[in-house]
């Protein structure tokens, strides 16, 4: 099913994106990746500043749907699969392939290369051609 | 103030991703059907962020300390690795699946859905994978 092109929003959500970034550096000095901030929460927990930082800053993003829902009403929302067992497979694979590759589309995609970082650059091009590969297959070839 | 400063990123991080769409997990997929019924929307999420991130970077790096803490903590890695590249892959396959990264997929969990608590379950339990592969 086709989704509305919306520049104008995505623009703008990627500019808070962007300004939450930017507030995180300025204050603590950290990447606003998030896969990152999770990794360091996990035990075993190398350096215990990264739990309260890692808490609040998720705490945070735990409200955002509230607060949307609060100000501005429903969120549209469409799932891709309902079956539990792909979204389980799908999760499994993001965590253990973000935190291996030291970063996901926040860390690397928008921190990273707002950094001139050639590693998240690199990064950014392996999960977008893996991404639009895996989504070619499973419309095209599998037909789901 | 230390902690409204962490606690605000993260609720306009959040906000941004529902404002731009990210929250969708259809609206991702079909960002990546590139030959398909592709929406370009994303590629304006990322190009909004950078362009905030990259000035207020390069300002802020400007500064001596950051705000609250003593030190920059940025990474230091500049190898290009098989490590990189192979789990940028594989979260690439997995967005792909699920429509959902790590940031999207918290900010879900107070949609309150059955299907968001399986995916960051078995996210959490990807990471732990890691931890244990690299310590």
Redesign the interface.
């Known amino acids: 099913m086709e989704t509305e092109f919306t520049p104008i929003t995505s623009l703008l959500g990627g500019a808070l994106i962007g300004l939450s970034a930017v507030m995180l550096m300025a204050t603590y000095g950290k990447i606003a990746g998030i896969s990152g901030i999770i990794y360091r929460i996990l035990p075993p927990v190398l350096r215990k500043e990264s739990i309260p930082v890692g808490i609040l800053f998720i705490f945070g993003l735990l409200l955002a749907v509230p607060f949307w829902n609060l100000f501005f009403g429903d969120i549209e929302r469409q799932a891709v699969s309902d079956n539990y067992f792909i979204l389980g497979v799908s999760g499994l694979l993001v965590g253990f392939g973000s935190s291996y590759g030291n970063g996901c589309t926040s860390g690397h995609g928008v921190c990273g290369l707002s950094r001139g970082s050639i590693r998240s650059l690199i990064a950014t091009f392996s999960f977008m051609f893996t991404g639009f590969l895996t989504v070619y297959i499973l419309r095209n070839i599998l037909g789901l | 103030m230390?902690?409204i400063?962490?606690?605000?990123?993260?609720?306009?991080?959040?906000?941004?991703?529902?404002?731009?769409?990210?929250?969708?997990?259809?609206?991702v997929?079909?960002f990546?059907?590139?030959?398909?019924?592709w929406?370009?929307?994303?590629a304006?999420?990322?190009?909004?962020?950078?362009?905030?991130?990259?000035p207020?970077?390069w300002l802020?790096?400007k500064?001596k300390?950051?705000?609250?803490?003593e030190?920059?903590?940025?990474?230091k890695?500049?190898?290009?690795d098989f490590?990189?590249?192979?789990?940028?892959?594989?979260?690439?396959?997995?967005?792909?699946?699920?429509?959902?990264?790590?940031?999207p997929?918290?900010?879900?969990?107070?949609?309150f859905?059955?299907?968001i608590y399986?995916?960051?379950?078995?996210?959490?339990?990807?990471?732990?994978?890691?931890?244990k592969?690299?310590?």
Do not use: E, H
């Open positions: 230390k902690y400063a962490l606690l605000l990123s993260g609720i306009i991080f959040g906000v941004g991703l529902i404002l731009s769409g990210m929250t969708n997990p259809l609206k997929q079909n990546l059907d590139l030959f398909g019924i929406d370009p929307s994303l304006f999420v990322m190009g909004g962020a950078i362009f905030v991130a990259l207020g970077f802020v790096r500064q300390k950051p705000i609250f803490n030190s920059f903590d940025l990474p890695s500049k190898d290009l490590r990189l590249i192979f789990g940028a892959g594989v979260f690439g396959i997995g967005w792909g699946i699920g429509g959902l990264c790590p940031g997929a918290l900010t879900s969990i107070t949609f859905d059955i299907g399986i995916f960051v379950v078995s996210m959490l339990f990807g990471m732990l994978i890691t931890k592969i690299v310590n």
